[in-house]
């Protein structure tokens, strides 16, 4: 089976910088995925890895170690507008199943 | 423009009643998926389909069925032997090659009285 693991909640002050973590077991690795959600809202798509390293984009990067079992989202300059939750999500297997981690909740804050 | 439809955006039913959310996407994607959320939590898995007339079970397919009859679309049946079917229910699309990024529609507010 596959199992997703990411901090429940984060704090940060705006114009910051935060670091959300997320750790993952699976076979037939696919890729990974991470997507932004506000309350009450569908899931944004904010980054796709499948090779080891860092992808950016603006004020957003993720990293893959897919022998470490290990990603992590880096948001930049933090705004108010950034307060959501962030999902980690892994594609595995031949059949391309999708599943995504519990979230994480970051709280922007003045 | 192209996308992915959920209908209705909030449903009412009486418990013991059998529903059927919609998801229709024309962005020429072969996978399709189902998910659930309740309030505060992640998305779980219910049910997805790389081609038609195929689909494979999810983390929670229990109470819950779906049919692939056209590419186009996803039909989820929310059935009565689900226990707690209040939620809020997701439907996304993807392709299977390149990003496969799935595109997500804006979801059904389901509540069971």
Aim: charged share 15%; proline share 3%; net charge neutral.
């Amino acid at each position: 089976g596959q199992n997703i693991d990411q901090p429940t909640e984060m704090t940060a002050t705006e114009g910051a910088i935060v670091q959300i973590n997320c750790t993952y077991q699976t076979s037939g690795f696919n890729g990974l995925f991470w997507y932004q959600q506000h309350a009450g809202e569908a899931p944004t798509f904010l980054s796709y890895n499948v090779l080891d390293g860092l992808e950016e984009k603006g004020r957003f990067s993720s990293f893959l170690s897919r022998s470490k079992g290990y990603s992590y989202l880096l948001l930049k300059e933090l705004q108010m507008k950034d307060s959501a939750s962030y999902l980690c999500a892994l594609l595995s297997g031949g059949y391309n199943k999708l599943i995504f981690g519990a979230g994480t909740r970051l709280a922007v804050h003045p | 423009d192209g996308g992915i439809t959920q209908s209705p955006k909030y449903l009412f039913r009486k418990e013991g009643q059998n529903v059927t959310l919609s998801c229709e996407q024309n962005l020429n994607h072969d996978a399709m998926y189902w998910y659930r959320q309740d309030p505060g939590q992640g998305l779980r898995l219910i049910y997805y389909s790389q081609i038609v007339n195929d689909f494979q079970k999810g983390d929670i397919a229990e109470g819950y069925s779906v049919s692939r009859e056209k590419k186009e679309s996803f039909p989820l049946t929310v059935t009565s032997a689900q226990k707690n079917p209040t939620a809020f229910y997701l439907c996304a699309s993807s392709t299977l090659t390149g990003t496969v990024e799935a595109f997500f529609g804006q979801g059904t507010r389901l509540t069971v009285v």
